[in-house]
């Protein structure tokens, strides 16, 4: 087919725009407004955590006297639910008591989850007032290890780190390029398991190649793999994080806290298998006779796009 019988095809705002983001010459009309975007993008996440914080310290001492919240509403998250996998691993997720999170709303890049044995609140700040120092994840006394506080810390990777420590980054910009499961590398901690009959990750090893074994592709997304993820506590013990369980819990569960807890959020949820594409739109597809939409070829129109940056090593 020849590309005058293509274009003809082709509504004309299609090719118009085809050509406008093709032009060289409109690179940096583009790019100026991809940064503002960009910028506009990190404020609203600077003050939504900022918020965030607040409501969280209030939320933790409204719920502290429900018993098993934090678990309950962990466990309504999928990824959280599918890494619990045993008897045990209930059991023993059975005495998380409270739930914080450390994070700076003005460089959000690293952040800390913590499971404690207590809990740690203090009065609620002023509104806009600088918040306590970031939450944590607590632990009653339990049968299985000793520690009060179990930790799962997420930096930024060295050469990120040396760069804002040596002031050769423009913090705004590198908010606004920040990937956090290319940016970052998590720190493991140790459990003081109470006996070997109660070392869940002796009990339950993680049987999945490790970073440090992998070569080429297959190191660039262990959730590719096949394996025992073994017990939960593996999220601890190693610095992998494979699941991405603790962007999971920072970026997704906190922010909707009562949302999973009531089952609105997360799996089980009312309606989380409807909208755009589900088995209804399919059905009246079906009953409008199963006209199919026309399709825009736009194969030979290609569009630049800024490539996605290379994952680090």
């Not at 994070?103 to 609620?124: C, G, H, Y």
Request: glycine share 6%; hydrophobic share 35%; aromatic share 8%.
């Amino acid at each position: 087919m020849s590309n005058n019988m293509i274009n003809d095809n082709v509504p004309k705002f299609i090719t118009d725009i085809a050509a406008f983001l093709e032009s060289d010459a409109n690179n940096a009309r583009i790019s100026g407004l991809q940064k503002d975007a960009n910028n506009l993008k990190v404020k609203i996440r600077q003050q939504e955590l900022k918020m965030q914080q607040e409501y969280m310290h209030k939320l933790r001492q409204a719920v502290k006297d429900i018993p098993g919240f934090w678990p309950f509403t962990l466990l309504r998250n999928e990824s959280i639910m599918t890494a619990c996998t045993s008897k045990q691993d209930l059991d023993a997720f059975g005495y998380l008591a409270d739930v914080e999170l450390k994070q700076d709303p003005k460089d959000f890049r690293n952040f800390e989850i913590v499971f404690v044995a207590q809990s740690m609140l203090t009065a609620l700040p002023a509104r806009y007032a600088a918040p306590p120092p970031p939450p944590l994840q607590t632990f009653n006394e339990n049968p299985y290890f000793s520690n009060k506080t179990l930790t799962k810390t997420y930096n930024l990777h060295p050469e990120l780190e040396a760069a804002k420590k040596g002031g050769h980054e423009n913090l705004e910009e590198a908010l606004a390029e920040f990937d956090p499961e290319d940016d970052l590398v998590s720190v493991a901690t140790k459990i003081d398991w109470k006996s070997p009959e109660k070392n869940l990750i002796a009990l339950q090893p993680r049987e999945i190649p490790t970073l440090d074994e992998l070569e080429g592709p297959a190191a660039a997304g262990l959730e590719q793999l096949e394996g025992d993820m073994g017990s939960f506590f593996h999220f601890f013990t190693e610095e992998d994080d494979p699941m991405q369980l603790g962007n999971e819990i920072a970026g997704d569960i906190l922010p909707q806290t009562i949302e999973y807890f009531l089952g609105m959020a997360g799996a089980g949820a009312e309606g989380s298998d409807s909208g755009f594409g589900s088995d209804s739109d399919d059905d009246d597809d079906e009953e409008d006779g199963g006209e199919a939409e026309a399709e825009i070829d736009l194969e030979e129109e290609e569009v630049k796009r800024p490539a996605k940056k290379a994952k680090r090593s």
